[in-house]
């Protein structure tokens, strides 16, 4: 079993910065067999990707839309992950999900996802 646990979310004007964190815990969770991954729901919407990264950072993937102005990165001593958000815009509105894929598969999609966190808000203003 793993648990995931978002934090870092928030408030924010349009062209500001925020970073989110996911701190990952279980006696089967390992950064090195794990795939992790980010990604953002809004209402009435599916969950959509964002970004992910494997193997202790030997793949990175980020959807279109962010490209460039989010970073995602893994501290495995502290097994946490964590998502810099620069230049938001107020589209970036939603509630960022953590996700881990303990199959390692690649990229991670969200209905192949094993574990979950409860997710965190971003809020954009314009």
């Known amino acids: 079993q793993v648990q995931l646990v978002e934090s870092g979310g928030g408030l924010v004007q349009a062209g500001g910065s925020l970073r989110l964190s996911c701190a990952a815990s279980?006696?089967?969770?390992?950064?090195?067999?794990?795939?992790m991954g980010w990604f953002r729901q809004t209402p009435g919407n599916e969950r959509e990707f964002v970004a992910a990264i494997s193997w202790y950072g030997a793949n990175i993937n980020y959807a279109d839309s962010v490209k460039g102005r989010f970073t995602i990165s893994t501290d495995n001593a502290k097994n946490t992950m964590y998502l810099q958000m620069n230049s938001l815009k107020p589209e970036d509105t939603a509630v960022y999900y953590c996700?881990?894929?303990?199959?390692?598969?690649?990229?991670?999609?969200?209905?192949?996802?094993?574990?979950w966190g409860a997710g965190t808000a971003v809020t954009v203003s314009s």
């Open positions: 996700a881990a894929d303990a199959f390692g598969r690649w990229p991670p999609k969200a209905n192949e996802v094993d574990y």
């Open positions: 279980g006696p089967t969770f390992a950064f090195s067999s794990h795939t």
